[in-house]
């Protein structure tokens, strides 16, 4: 299903993120030494970015899933993803993650971001009014703005890589 444009914002920063997973999936096993480059972007991109697309979700996408009985159960567990995942960003910025773990960031970061697009964001379309949808838009438009509108260039260590053969 196509996008609905107010949700647009999100999806693009969605698209960021699994790139990001994409380039770790593709570096794994990460070596040692490469272990705190690595940890220092996703920290990064948990500052300029998905901290505050997390607080968008939250302060409105969530709660107007929560109005449609059918989407309570998903809007709680996408919520309940949400801490886990800052739980992740907190070990990356203290450089406490092994290789292993980045590993298991970036699978279950994808996996909850194909979540929110593929149920979640589907299922909203289908349920809301395009006006309902148009307020929607206006309010992540403020929430937002605070959001770095820059693409973060990987470093040399974390671009992405060819697929191994």
Known sequence: ?????????????????????????RASPIPDADLGVWQTEIAQHFQNEVSIHFAA???????????????VPL????????????ASFTRAAANEMSSRDLTVFARGLSAHIRKEERRLFEKMQ??????????????????????????QMPSETTKLRALRG
């Open 126 to 151: 289908k349920l809301m009014h395009r006006d309902e949808l148009a307020v929607l838009g206006e309010e992540l438009a403020g929430v937002l703005a605070d959001a770095e509108q820059a693409c």
């Open 57 to 71: 979700e939250e302060r409105t996408v969530f709660p107007v899933a929560r109005r449609f009985k059918e989407l």
């Open 75 to 86: 809007a709680e567990e996408l919520i309940a993803e949400h801490g886990e995942l800052r």
């Open 1 to 25: 299903m196509l996008r609905d444009k107010n949700l647009v914002p999100l999806s693009r920063q969605h698209q960021h993120a699994l790139a990001l997973c994409v380039r770790i999936e």
